[in-house]
């Protein structure tokens, strides 16, 4: 079980009895389900897991907007966070972050400009990271590789596993040095089959299908720093 050691900021506002945690997750189209009309996405799959009578009832934000890179996060990260409470004195108990591969995307053509300087982001994601750290706990979920053969999306992005594998490498270092725990979805779908992955995205090469979710969901679930929530409510 992961243990998170609080800095002074980081001790917020409890309620007296047991709750449910407060869950946000903040990012891009990954979170926000982009592309799985039956499920919603991993995020809103998890939410649902998690309202079932037999489940610890953890209450999960969807804050996923598509299009959002590293930055947009970071600009939106506190007020979003800040207007989660439900109770009294109440802030989000944890913030997973998922974001990164609209920073590592080429834009125009294929050996063109990054639409985040590689430099920029690196700065960036440590930023971030130390910006929620300030507020909780933070989980980070990766990136899901992309089909290269579907490229450009939407006729001026060029997304490529070479770009995404050193960005994803920045956030997992990153995480790493803060002790923030990162799932790396990329090498884990990496590893399997080419067939496996192209079954899993959408026409579109970028985002996960209904069962490229299915599979993210199940990634997450079986996570330990996932799963340690699966019985963990918070009390005074």
């Not at 998170?4 to 946000?24: E, Y």
């Not at 300030?134 to 980070?140: G, I, S, T």
Request: hydrophobic fraction near 35%; charge should be neutral.
């Amino acid at each position: 079980m992961h243990t998170f050691v609080a800095s002074s900021s980081m001790q917020l506002s409890r309620p007296t009895q047991c709750q449910p945690l407060k869950i946000v997750a903040l990012g891009d189209s990954l979170v926000y389900g982009f592309g799985d009309p039956e499920g919603g996405g991993w995020v809103e799959r998890l939410r649902r897991w998690w309202m079932s009578p037999d489940s610890a009832g953890h209450i999960v934000y969807n804050l996923g907007v598509r299009g959002d890179r590293t930055q947009q996060i970071a600009q939106r990260l506190e007020i979003e966070f800040r207007h989660r409470g439900e109770l009294r004195n109440r802030v989000p108990d944890l913030i997973i972050l998922s974001v990164g591969v609209n920073d590592s995307a080429r834009l125009a053509r294929p050996d063109g400009r990054n639409y985040t300087d590689f430099a920029v982001f690196e700065s960036e994601i440590a930023s971030l990271l130390e910006q929620a750290q300030q507020l909780c706990p933070v989980l980070f979920v990766g990136m899901v590789p992309v089909d290269e053969a579907k490229m450009p999306f939407l006729d001026c992005l060029y997304y490529n596993h070479a770009d995404q594998y050193r960005y994803k490498e920045a956030t997992r270092i990153a995480c790493s040095q803060r002790r923030i725990p990162y799932l790396d979805i990329f090498e884990r779908w990496m590893g399997r089959s080419e067939n496996w992955r192209r079954k899993g995205l959408s026409k579109d090469g970028l985002h996960p299908n209904t069962q490229g979710y299915q599979a993210l969901l199940e990634d997450v679930m079986n996570w330990e720093a996932i799963a340690t929530y699966n019985s963990q409510t918070i009390a005074s």
